[in-house]
């Protein structure tokens, strides 16, 4: 871009800034809570805008037999880096979220499904509350899955989610949900939650390939709220003063999928096209809190009609989807002082006939020190993962997480 251009484009963002700024009230925050906030006038709309950045450094060393742990690989990477907005549009029953994601973690995966562009955008969705307890959503945002996904990867209380999140999630898709809530009593909670969707994952512009994707979600809170949200963040930095619990189960369907994964993975190409088939996943997960002691437990198992992708000779093509099913379990306790200790078991068990893969078994301890509470932390941990057939492997990770 040459100076004219440059200085011409810096003309008009200064009047753009001038207008804005006559036309809106726009308030600094503290810190942690958005770079700005903006509301109109009018008070017909307001925007928050934030931004965070993850920078890892990971060393991980793996073998077999005599030669385990000999080779050494590290590397330093941006994990993350996103821009986020959020507000309402003409009434605070009406509010949208845009996130997006400038990390090459972030947009990776272009396909000619994607038309071979960056994927940038992570969330784009609208939230309408039409009446008491309902609201309807719209847009590409995750799905209602387990909670390890949901849970924001900027409030996590190790370093990074688990294999059984890496193995069975089901992530972000475009379509609708329905989300509804009720209460037994002066505590019990119940949430509902429906979503419909395309099947086919985030930034898909292609159309949909196979058929369409069906989630619902079951919470139940018997002693009522967490604090500012906890049960949808990991650690308990809130210091619960009474034990809080979150009991939940989800039942996805996506119905002929084209991914070895449900909504991820690889495509299932044959020979006419794409391979076809019904994909089920089911979680069942929970969350405890009490007094900086926390406790997180999530199982997922997936089936598939048809798991091996044939072409219509009968043919396997050699793709499979990833069957089987993973356990994990994770507790911390957060000491006074804000630093915390946690430890994570994971158990993996795809099915071996048809995925060729070995049951994997992984164990992680952690050290977190909360500076501002998730916005600016560092975090570490220490995993092992061991793999029948005598793979193992040892990897440390060191976190810095910075959240405007």
Known sequence: MNLKKLALLGFFFSLICIHFSRSQEISSTQFGNGLL????????????????IQLLS???????GEKSFSNPEQNFLVRRARLKFNGFAYSPKLKYKIELGLSNRDISGASIFTSNAPRYILDAVVMWNFFQNFELWFGQTKLPGNIERVISSGDLQQVDRSLLNRRFNIDRDMGFQLRH???????????EKFAFSQGEGRNVTSGNFGGHQYTTRLELLPFGKFIKKGDYKAADLSREDTPKLMLAATYDLNADA????????????????????????????LMFKYRGFSLMGE????????????????????????????????????????WEVSARFTNIELDKEITGENPEE???????????????????????????EGLDQIMYRFQIDVHF
């Open 181 to 191: 809530h009720f209460s037994f009593g002066r505590k019990f909670l119940v949430r």
């Open 362 to 388: 992984q164990y992680t301890l952690g050290l977190s020190k909360y500076i501002v509470g998730h916005k600016l932390k560092v975090q570490t941990d220490f995993s092992y993962l061991h793999k029948d």
């Open 37 to 52: 906030n903006i509301v109109g006038k009018d008070s017909t709309w307001s925007m928050k805008v934030g931004a965070r």
């Open 58 to 64: 990971n060393l991980s060393w793996e073998g077999t």
């Open 299 to 338: 199982f997922a198992d997936r089936n598939a009609d048809n798991p091996i992708a044939t072409n219509s000779d009968g043919t396997p093509t050699g793709d499979v989807v990833q069957v089987g099913n993973g356990l994990n379990l994770q507790s911390g306790y957060l000491f006074k002082n804000n």
């Open 258 to 285: 084209v991914k070895t994964r449900s909504n991820l993975g690889g495509y299932m190409i044959n020979d006419i096209g794409l391979y076809t088939t019904d994909i089920s996943t089911v979680f069942i997960d």
